[in-house]
């Protein structure tokens, strides 16, 4: 790396010696460097490399850190999350944590409880919990659908059927470890330095960890509170700000420059979110290191179609004016914002990446759909009977394992279709071949309906009725992403640009290899959290009510977080900021603009 040249704030946290601080580190501010040349100064200083530890949020931002630490012969520095260290911390104490419950097996043990328990709701209450420090006893907060003692009836029977199985989730290896640093064998596992990264998106039991690991106070903790934006996982700024109140003789030391945004976006996001910080002593605003303003905008469309459209006309237009498509990001709040610009961009013939492999093809309603006209223009299709059959959507639903085996079977035997194959099986069970002959229905349907031409927006509109897609949804999803995935069945049909089933489906193909290809020159596509610490020269951030700020955070005025998350998508931006707003309605960007 070689000695780059710091500011003042960066120098007080590169030499800083011993006890505990608390670094306010704001976008842009240069945290890593001064990271990596903290470690360097401590070493160099004659602390042995493998008793100082480094905990980042993400295994990605770790790996990252530890391409950068070994470039400068501090390899044996200690790198990882909060999890991965207490895995560590297990295996050297020969506890095998490989076994986890399925997902399958959680809802069979709420489902025992009531027929119609809300697994997901029920399960994201827990791990709450359970990262708050909270056992079963302790919870005293209903839930959006369920009473204390009801959730403690799950939460305890989750517990003790895990336990049965001598099973652990992520959160079981921290509380495990914490018990090993509490034994007479913590002292094993300590460190003499400790520096973690991305501290305000930390929970209770992380924030005990640190302690634990490092019983000599030699702590420091990086982040900014103003990106606080994991509450749903445990986190809490006032974790972060109470950092003083913690260490006795704590040091707080701001890093407010920032290197990546011109002034005017530094600014805009300083007015922006202030009112929803609350009283924080330490705070102060950031200052951007580039004095020239740069491009802040914003447009209006009226219906997602028109939005999507709209942003593929403006990228395919940066990219002619020279703009590598890298350089270009295009942010939201909710994956399902993407699909109608995933759209528009394949349309248009730009290159893209969805961050996290969200493909949109791949999603379980519209790969159904999808399957079905292969299997219309392709009866022999079988991965896309097979896929059908294990959806186990209408007409699907309730059957065997066995039974799928047994056409698999025939079908090799007879050297015919699974299609062809469903038709002759034998089962046991009356209602699976009234299932099976339910399908051949549906099957003759569409492919008549195909035959006599009519238009592939009538057909596709048909297999989502025939298939009760809209039914299976709202069945096996709750809350939001209910709306999530009804949502991208009305996507699937903007995508039909063209009246014949094989263009669409050679569309789709070519979606689904594109995607599987890594390239470095695309556009990149993502949601804001997945955005976290990544910079781009141009961004668009999708804004729009009840999406962004979502609809349950308007009605509750509870908008501390929504903020802080649209705070985190304004400062990607390095010169040019752009807002797209659906239906003229958006409280932020009214906010920022004024």
Known sequence: MGRMKFNNQQEKVINFKKGAVCVLAAAGSGKTACIINRIKKLVEDGVSQDKILTVTFTNNSGSDLRKKLKKECLENVQVGTFHAISKRILMSEGIDVS????????????????????????MSYIALQKVSGNGVMDIESDSESYTVEDLRTYYKAYEDYKNSKKAYDFTDWMLQ??????????KYY??????????????VIQN????????????MVVGDVRQSIYSFKGSSPKLFMNFDKRY???????????YRSCNNIVQGANNFIKKYLGDFKYYSDSIANNKKDGNISKFFSITKEEEGERIAN???KDIENGMKPSDIAILYRLNKQSFYIENELKSNGIDYHIEANNNFFERKEVKAIVCMLRLLQDPEDDGAYEYLYKLRCHPFSFMSNKLLSDIIDLAAKKDISLLDASMYVRSAKTYERKNLDSFMDIYESLLLQKQKGKDLLTIINNIIKLFRLQQYIEQNYEGDEIDERLESLEATKSFVRSNTLESF???????????????????????????????????????????FPSKKALESDNLDEEARIFYVGVTRAKEDLVFSVLDNKSLFVEQYFN
């Open 190 to 203: 300590t460190f003499d330095y400790i520096l973690v990264d991305e501290q305000q998106d930390n929970d």
């Open 314 to 316: 403006l990228v395919a």
């Open 208 to 219: 005990r960890l640190i302690d634990l690991l490092c019983p000599s106070g030699n702590v």
């Open 99 to 122: 076994k986890q419950l399925p997902t399958y097996e959680i809802e069979n043990i709420f489902k025992r409880i009531d027929k119609k328990a809300k697994c997901k709701e029920i």
């Open 177 to 186: 470890a914490i018990k090993i640093l509490k034994s007479e064998r913590g």
């Open 248 to 258: 006795d003789n704590a040091t707080i030391l701001n890093m407010d420059i920032n």
């Open 505 to 547: 489906l050679r569309f789709v193909y070519t979606s689904e290899t594109t995607k599987k290809k890594i390239k470095s020159n695309e556009v990149q596509l993502m949601t804001i959290h997945k955005s976290k610490g990544l910079e781009f020269k141009k961004t668009y951030v999708l804004v729009n009510d009840n999406d």
